[in-house]
């Protein structure tokens, strides 16, 4: 089997086991499990980390150029590292989907913004979860609660910190400095499709004069040809009656 059939088969079994992992990490940090609950979801948590780690592994094993491969796919290594990045591998979905399919300009902004809304509701729900499991059991946090977890992680992906719920761990912290740059990657993301946008309705816009402009202008030409045969045939009939009278 080479790496990409393999991909194939594993495209949609990934996403699978992101929405899994998603939905066990979420039910475990917002209902604050306790005794078998938390070693069910644990284990279904252990079990998509597996289904990640084997498919890097495996990625790894069938690619041509291992090397050029790990240093040009480290993503994928933080997916198996880091799990709260997992969930994002359901954007793979934006991609297999066709969606706004006008123009090939239309298109791609389509998918932008779909994507961006995707990521950016995908990475303010995950970093909510990520901070209150690293946040609540510490003494003194000031995020306890999912709603609270929810505001800040809000607050911090939009670069507005009200600074009214603030992470004290450095695991909270890092979490702060991921979702920061995230948002304003994707804030980024926003002003450039809608920059694109502008400029294709003012190209279209100068474009649509310029035709119109041209066509008088082909218009005005075929009127002065018309006119010019018109003359000339006005004086050739002159001619020859200068001619027969002349005789």
Known sequence: MNQERWQRLTEWPLI?????????????????????AVVASESVIAITWAIFLLDYVVNLV?????????????FDLAIVVLPMLRPLRILRLVTLLR?????????????????????????VFVASLAVLDVERPTPGAHITSFGDA????????????FGDFTPIT??????????????????????ATLASWIIERIVERDETKNAATVAHIQALEM???????HI?????KIDALTEALNR
Not at 232 to 236: D, F, G, H, K, V
């Open 99 to 123: 969606v706004l399919q006008r123009t090939a300009g239309a298109a791609l902004r389509g998918r932008i913004l779909v994507y961006v809304a995707s990521a950016a509701s995908l990475l």
């Open 150 to 161: 929810l505001w800040w992680a809000f607050e911090t992906v939009t670069t507005v910190g």
């Open 232 to 236: 000339q045939s006005l004086e050739a």
């Open 223 to 229: 009127k002065n040809a018309a006119t010019v045969a």
């Open 62 to 74: 069938l690619a041509p150029r291992r090397l050029h491969w790990f240093s040009t796919h480290l």
């Open 16 to 36: 699978a086991a992101s929405a899994i992992f998603l939905v066990a990490y979420a039910w475990e940090v917002i209902a604050d499990l306790q005794g078998p």
């Open 170 to 191: 450095v695991e909270g912290r890092l979490i702060a400095v991921g979702l920061m740059i995230g948002g304003v990657a994707l804030i980024g993301l926003v002003t």
